[in-house]
């Protein structure tokens, strides 16, 4: 099968800035991509190239067989032709206009009339609950129910894709919660082909069929959600993930069929750590990744000896940070009275829990 939406070499430069550099990947129909990074990695860039916003200086994008950008043949559709609709992290909510007004503004742009466009704007809103809204002034709304009548605007048109630029990051973090449910929702229900911006991990996670992680305008690891939190390639994602784990090792592969490695840390401590690269030669730097819940902590028997420098205790769960000579990690785990500060432990990780990661 074909891709829906594919995007190749996409580059887009201000002056002597690269923004966004040689960004590819392809969307089924039906299918949510998430571009997820830290600020200033390319992903808003990306989106807008997608959307005709910005104007990319090579790349060429096809959605649904129909080429709607290709630097090299000097084509670039204006985005009101792309087939396109976007929600804007600012929702572009008109306050002078009715709920209705908002929603049905992209087919009064198309110089379609009123009457003719109310029973898609009337399905819209019934659809993100705000049936009983078309008549309200937008100013009268609260900040979740903008953010719906941005998704009503969008879901109107029927558009081929919908782009999304980080539209829950205004809403306060209980309602962020229940819209990204609704979204996710509303999203599987009418099949969206979609690409989603954000830097909010537990939101990409909980609304992605794939994620693409960028750093410094380039795609950096392109997954589903569970091999992106699961098997992070490289240092960066993984410490972006939550990994906080991440030290500098020296790694030597035990075999390529075992897919596990031997990695010696500062004060020589040895342990084994599983390897994705399965190349039978370790990457240079190099590096091991583990998270603080895949920790074991006990106060004897077999493991690495350390001491607890320090302890954070946060209700349900406790942060250990456990000194074994010149490295420091952090185990999670329940609130042990016996784990205080300054006592001698042992602690251990899984072969399978451990990764090795290159730079």
């Not at 990074?37 to 790349?59: I, Q, Y």
């Not at 087919?107 to 003719?116: H, P, S, T, W």
């Not at 390639?233 to 490695?261: C, H, Q």
């Amino acid at each position: 099968m074909s891709a829906f939406l594919e995007v190749e070499g996409l580059a887009v430069s201000y002056g002597p800035i690269a923004a966004v550099e040689g960004v590819a990947f392809s969307i089924e129909k039906g299918e949510h991509l998430t571009l997820l990074g830290p600020s200033g990695c390319g992903k808003t860039t990306t989106l807008r190239a997608v959307a005709g916003l910005e104007t990319p200086s090579s790349g060429r994008i096809v959605i649904d067989g129909a080429t709607i950008l290709d630097a090299v043949q000097g084509l670039s559709l204006p985005p009101e032709k792309r087939g396109l609709s976007m929600v804007f992290q600012s929702y572009a909510i008109w306050p002078h206009m009715s709920v209705f007004d908002n929603v049905g503004f992209a087919f009064r742009v198309r110089g379609m009339g009123r009457e003719r466009a109310r029973p898609a704007v009337e399905r819209a809103l019934a659809l993100v609950d705000l049936a009983g809204f078309a008549d309200r002034p937008a100013s009268r709304l609260s900040g979740g129910q903008q953010q719906r009548v941005a998704l009503a605007r969008a879901i109107a048109c029927d558009s081929k894709v919908m782009l999304l630029d980080e539209p829950l990051s205004n809403l306060d973090a209980q309602l962020r919660i229940a819209m990204r449910a609704e979204l996710s929702d509303l999203r599987r229900r009418l099949g969206m082909t979609s690409v989603y911006v954000t830097h909010d991990q537990e939101e990409a996670f909980a609304l992605s069929d794939r994620i693409a992680v960028m750093r410094g305008g380039r795609i950096e690891q392109l997954g589903t959600p569970s091999e992106i939190y699961c098997e992070p390639r490289t240092r960066f994602v993984a410490g972006f993930l939550g990994m906080k784990n991440i030290l500098d090792a020296e790694i030597r592969p035990l075999s390529r069929e075992s897919g596990y490695a031997e990695a010696r840390l500062a004060g020589d401590i040895i342990f084994r750590a599983r390897d994705p690269f399965a190349s039978g030669s370790a990457p240079s730097p190099a590096s091991i990744g583990f998270r603080p819940v895949d920790v074991r902590l006990e106060t004897a028997g077999e493991g690495i000896a350390g001491v607890v420098a320090r302890s954070l205790f946060l209700g349900d769960v406790a942060h250990y940070y456990v000194r074994s000579g010149p490295i420091e990690i952090c185990a999670h785990d329940r609130p042990r009275p016996e784990l205080s500060d300054g006592r001698e432990v042992r602690w251990r990780v899984d072969p399978d829990r451990c990764l090795v990661l290159r730079e």
